[in-house]
């Protein structure tokens, strides 16, 4: 109770020992006593009941009753159950490592071995391929020229006549209501928040709007779950399209990637931070998108610039379980060896671009003296302790079908398991099975030159889409409106779907003029160049003057969404990603 008496038999370890040694007050045991609160919360000897960082880890996770008598049935709706026979895993895993020690070995021996050399200390060195220079939207900007100018509101209210988007924002009071918002009203909300203008800039320098009924919608229908619902949407209806098929490089797989973005903020909150390698004099946030090679906005979240990006990005992967892509890249930030366990029980191919690729410890499915003894020049360091992996095994499923079920979210886990003094079980046994993944990734990085490119290639179309979400989040001199997450998460929302419906615009112009092209050599050499780079491109849209909002008759429609899905198209032929012959222990 607190303004009542201690007993100091409740300290231990240092703070113990300084209070038997002063003649202590009330008020330097009362310090002591807080310290002693303050380290066993942290240790996690000692939860809180009403907390979000600090409750107890097995209350954020599926309850012990509940795993224990539907763990079959969990396992299977969350994609997990092939890895209920841990044996089963190791061996598999065991397999792999083995297979690739022996292949990167024997590529180092032979002639075509240009890119890997050794030092005197027999690291491994590697030859990285170069940035790729091009401009990504090269192709598509030659295309929109005669589209330029075109303005944001037109090319938002043309995507909701062919796939209706207004419809997915119900007021989130009124849930037993059905009532359909206004077009321009919605169209001007999305724009206030997404362009960073604000509702009274927005409707100061628009025409057609109604101040009251901005913020109505920004308050009521502009939430998290709304602004993801019309952005699955016309992700979907991006997919459907023909000629999206012809960014997917592989048959088998969809190459994704995040990186995060910083951007200041106008206002100090509780989720921005200061820095000066970032923000100079102003504090910000991470805005950390999630962008398949498509070019779409897959999903986005926010969070503090102090966080560390990887514990965020099981969380955009884990957004949509039921559309995961199979390949993922991002940059160091966003790796950690647990995050390559967690991944590939996902059944994602992690594939971080990692600095200081010579440094990285090599882990082995047995001794090293094994590898040893076979000559290899690439051999691990250490072995898999296997045994710590084994004896968390259901700790390690139970952990995932939480984050995959939507129990929890896998930032709120990785931060609770952090703050622990000391490594939690859990945590060390992640680390481990991260280890067998990261391992294998990196002899596969080193041997397969396509890889990195690849990785490359996406990271690279990450950062053109970070200048795409700069370039439209100019108001406020792009600094950020809002103080609270709630706020940063609409804001971003609202980027991302005028994102999505200028790419889908873009696609939908291109597969228009592809389909008025009579001579089928010349669309498919038209084809074969857009997909060379990317349909990510801006150029064209006026998005920073005044705004104009008319009443668009119901039967105007500006493409024949029919005709352009059933667009016959001849496409370049595919083949397996570099990953085929090992993805069959867990696709």
């Known amino acids: 109770k607190l303004g009542g008496e201690i007993d100091p038999s409740c300290l231990s370890g240092n703070r113990k020992t300084i209070w038997n040694k002063i003649d202590g007050s009330a008020e330097t045991l009362h310090l002591l006593f807080f310290d002693e609160i303050a380290s066993n919360i942290q240790s996690g000897k000692l939860s809180l009941l009403h907390s979000y960082n600090y409750k107890r880890l097995s209350r954020l996770l599926i309850s012990k009753e509940e795993w224990t008598a539907n763990k079959i049935r969990i396992l299977k709706a969350t994609n997990l159950y092939r890895f209920i026979d841990f044996l089963q895993y190791r061996m598999t895993a065991t ?52 589209a330029r100018g075109t303005s944001v509101t037109r090319i938002m209210t043309d995507i909701n006549s062919v796939t209706p988007y207004d419809g997915l924002f119900p007021h989130a009071m009124h849930t037993g209501v059905i009532k359909d918002v206004e077009e321009n009203q919605l169209v001007g909300a999305i724009l206030s928040q997404g362009l960073n203008l604000g509702s009274r800039k927005m409707f100061e320098s628009s025409v057609g709007l109604d101040e009251s ?43 994704s990637s995040s990186d995060g973005q910083k951007q200041s903020v106008m206002k100090d909150s509780l989720i921005s931070a200061h820095s000066h390698k970032y923000f100079h004099q102003d504090s910000g946030i991470t805005r950390y998108p999630m962008v398949d090679e498509k070019g779409r906005v897959r999903n986005v979240t926010v969070f503090s610039p102090i966080r560390r990006e990887s514990k965020y990005l099981i969380d955009v992967l884990a957004s949509n379980i039921t559309d995961i892509p199979l390949h993922h890249a991002t940059d160091t930030h966003g790796y950690t060896e647990p995050v390559f366990a967690c991944t590939h029980l996902m059944g994602v191919r992690f594939m971080p671009r990692i600095k200081d690729l010579e440094d990285q410890v090599y882990y082995g499915a047995r001794p090293a003296k094994w590898y ?4 290899y020049s690439i051999r691990p360091k250490s072995k898999i302790n296997w045994n710590i992996i084994e004896s968390n095994w259901d700790e390690i499923l139970r952990f995932m079908a939480s984050i995959l079920s939507g129990k929890c979210l896998a930032s709120q886990l990785f931060n609770r398991l952090n703050s622990y003094a000391a490594d939690h079980p859990l945590y060390k046994a992640l680390k481990e099975l991260g280890r067998v993944e990261k391992s294998f990734f990196l ?75 009579r001579d089928p050599i010349e669309r498919e050499r038209l084809v074969i160049g857009l997909a060379a780079g990317q349909m990510v491109a801006w150029g064209h849209v006026n998005y920073t003057v005044t705004f104009q909002f008319r009443r668009r008759p119901k039967s105007s429609v500006r493409f024949n969404l029919d005709v352009l899905t059933n667009m016959p198209l001849l496409g370049r032929e595919k083949g397996p990603s570099p990953w085929y012959p090992f993805d069959d222990d867990f696709l």
């Open 372 to 375: 040893k003894d076979k000559g």
């Open 213 to 255: 009924s901005l913020s109505n919608i920004i308050r009521f229908r502009l939430t998290k779950d709304n602004l993801k619902r019309a952005n699955d949407r016309i992700n979907a209806a991006i997919d459907e399209l023909p000629l999206s098929a012809e960014f997917q490089k592989y048959f088998d797989a969809l190459m």
């Open 443 to 517: 002899l596969c990085y080193y041997r397969y030159k396509e890889i990195r490119n690849n990785i490359q290639r996406q990271l690279n179309l990450g950062e053109h889409m970070n200048k795409f979400t700069k370039a439209l989040t100019w108001g406020k001199s792009n600094r950020l409106i809002g103080e609270t997450t709630e706020e940063f998460e609409r804001a971003a929302g609202c980027t991302q779907l005028i994102q999505n419906c200028i790419i889908y615009w873009n696609y939908l112009y291109a597969s228009e003029r592809l389909a008025k092209m």
């Open 95 to 146: 397999n792999r490592l083995d297979t690739m020690y022996e292949e990167i070995n024997m590529y180092c021996q032979s002639p075509d071995c240009t890119d890997l050399s050794f030092d005197d200390g027999g690291k491994v060195k590697l030859t990285e391929p170069r940035k790729e220079k091009e401009k990504y939207e090269q192709a598509i900007s030659t295309l929109l020229y005669d």
